[in-house]
T-cell receptor
């Protein structure tokens, strides 16, 4: 079946650093979604990408839909403590299904 | 209203109990979903309803029984669960036919004892 490879699995960052994470797939997706999940809560949609090559920003977050439609990345600039959480990429192809990546756990280095 | 509301937030049930999880949205979405999420794992799709009809069942055991009584409500009926069914159960909704507005609720933390 379709799988998304998300990397890195975890990151320790210092406040103020830029962060980058990505997802790759062997299959083509029509839509890429990026979610953030905090403990005890459901995933919250950060950015949705609907077109190959699309680059979209949401505040300090920027995401791109790869031109091959098989990958996407998310950048966070000037990280702050509230950025801590698990970030999931998700790809939508058809049949009302979205496939999630395994997640990137973001922590602040003390 | 841009929220998906799930109740209860926490549920502890015995293996012989019958309980129900509830999900409600008022965004006019015609697709609704149930997901199961274990600790440190991504959500796994269980069921998809499209226009109040079950369109996808991801080979979920029959002890989980979904119900969509109207376009705003989605229930998950639970009976004879096992301890390994303990997880965060998430409801989501979207516009039918696509991922537009794909929004999750906060989930129900279920513990089976």
């Amino acid at each position: 079946g379709q799988q998304l490879n998300q990397s890195p699995q975890s990151m320790f960052i210092q406040e103020g650093e830029d962060v980058s994470m990505n997802c790759t797939s062997s299959s083509i997706f029509n839509t890429w979604l990026w979610y953030k999940q905090e403990p005890g809560e459901g995933p919250v949609l950060l950015i949705a990408l609907y077109k190959a090559g699309e680059l979209t920003s949401n505040g300090r977050l920027t995401a791109q839909f790869g031109i091959t439609r098989k990958d996407s990345f998310l950048n966070i600039s000037a990280s702050i403590p509230s950025d801590v959480g698990i970030y999931f990429c998700a790809g939508y192809s058809s049949a009302s299904k979205i496939i999630f990546g395994s997640g990137t756990r973001l922590s602040i280095r003390p | 209203d841009t929220e998906v509301t799930q109740t209860p937030k926490h549920l502890v049930m015995g293996m012989t109990n019958k309980k129900s999880l509830k999900c409600e949205q008022h965004m006019g979405h015609r697709a609704m979903y149930w997901y199961k999420q274990k600790a440190k794992k991504p959500p796994e799709l269980m069921f998809v309803y499209s226009y109040e009809k079950l369109s996808i069942n991801e080979s979920v055991p029959s002890r989980f029984s979904p119900e969509c009584p109207n376009s705003s409500l989605l229930n998950l009926h639970l009976h004879a669960l096992q301890p390994e069914d303990s997880a965060l159960y998430l409801c989501a909704s979207s516009q039918a036919g696509g991922p537009y507005g794909y929004t999750f609720g906060s989930g129900t933390r279920l513990t089976v004892v």
